[in-house]
């Protein structure tokens, strides 16, 4: 993502080999892609793209490792066929694309996913994760639907509006500290107005001398100081959903 008031690049860091262990399904006018979990509990979690699309290996990557820990993860296309940004493109031309893809306006695609998780999965309990991108699209959605048990937003750029506090279930928020994109000023106020509006549990946690992007597209293996911080985001990312779905 970049930061709307000063739109910048987004690296697109490591591209995981990783075929993935799920299916691509048809989801009403939509294509996903499922992995169901080892024990159907009745749990579900919709995971939400970044900028590079539903196809991307790391979200899917992600998605599998959610699935391991008893979630059925579904992995939507909210660009609804329109092409994710490519790691090539022009970034003068990055504003004017992304205004086509607006993560705040996701509302039917969610209602088809959540009915499909519903009618052909049995979930009785769904939550919802999003990186960069679908960051956004966690914080908008945990605000619209109060069936979501459990949110995740990580490193989602966060807009400075009164309406972004009034969250419906508990939700983790998770930053990286040397983020280029979200500078450390937002998370410093979107810390203070949720502290004085927000009526549900909710968590903020930044991550020393992390990147944006550090969750799942940075390889655990590529530096040694970086692979605690990556299996402490993960973890606490499970943990969470654990704790309320």
């Keep these: 993502m970049a930061n709307e008031a000063r739109p910048c690049p987004c690296d697109i860091g490591h591209r995981l080999e990783y075929g993935g262990m799920g299916q691509e ?3 009403e006018h939509i294509k996903a892609y499922v992995t169901r979990s080892p024990v159907d509990a ?3 979690v919709i995971v939400i793209q970044d900028i590079f699309g539903w196809q991307l290996p790391n979200t899917r990557y992600m998605a599998d490792l959610i699935a391991g820990n008893g979630y059925t993860t579904i992995v939507p296309d909210f660009f609804v066929g329109q092409e994710p940004w490519s790691p090539t493109g022009d970034w003068a031309t990055f504003p ?6 607006n993560a705040r306006k996701i509302d039917r695609e ?3 996913v959540l009915r499909y998780l519903k009618q052909q999965c049995q979930a009785r309990r769904v939550g919802v994760v999003g990186f960069c991108w679908g960051g956004i699209a966690v914080h908008h ?3 619209t639907y109060p069936e979501l048990r459990a949110g995740v937003s990580v490193y989602g750029i966060v807009k ?3 309406d972004v506090y009034s969250l419906k279930n508990p939700t983790l928020f998770i930053f990286a500290e040397n983020d280029a994109v979200i500078p450390l000023e937002q998370v410093s106020l979107l810390t203070q107005k949720l502290k004085e509006h927000c009526k549900v549990e909710y968590q903020i946690k930044t991550f020393s001398g992390q ?3 550090f969750v799942h ?3 655990e293996d590529c530096l040694p100081a970086d692979k605690p911080y990556i299996d402490e985001a993960r973890r606490n990312l499970i943990e969470w959903l654990n704790k309320y779905i």
């Design 96 to 101: 004017e694309w992304l205004k086509t893809r």
């Design 141 to 143: 959605v945990m605000m």
């Design 110 to 112: 969610f209602d088809a």
């Design 217 to 219: 597209r940075k390889k």
């Design 211 to 213: 990147t944006h992007g």
């Design 42 to 44: 009745g749990k579900a």
């Design 25 to 27: 399904v048809q989801v």
């Design 160 to 162: 400075d509006s009164e």
